[in-house]
């Protein structure tokens, strides 16, 4: 499945449980770049709060929203100790 986000496209690969999102960065300047790690979850409010308890760095404010798979998702970035992008999502059913 393939998408659009603010001119870049995205593709979704499933097999059972594993989904592999790749985004095209255009800013990432070469191969093997990655943006973020993503987790998935069926509880988004639930883990936003028991990552907003461990006194993490968040990169946008709160659970955002996004028009991908057939409902959407939600989901919320934070930072690890390196800068590293954590993701933690929830598709929408």
């Known amino acids: 499945m393939y998408s659009k986000n603010n001119g870049s496209r995205v593709g979704f690969y499933q097999l059972g449980d594993f989904v592999l999102e790749s985004w095209e ?15 998935d979850t069926d509880e988004i ?5 028991a990552v907003k308890e461990l006194n993490v760095e968040f990169k946008d404010e709160g659970i955002q ?17 390196n800068r590293e992008i954590f993701e933690v ?3 929408l059913k």
């Open 25 to 39: 960065e255009k800013t990432a300047g070469h191969p093997g770049a990655i943006n973020h790690i993503a987790l």
């Open 45 to 49: 409010e639930k883990a936003f709060r």
């Open 65 to 81: 929203e996004l028009p991908y798979w057939e409902h959407g998702i939600k989901y919320f970035n934070f930072f690890g100790p």
């Open 89 to 91: 999502c929830q598709i």
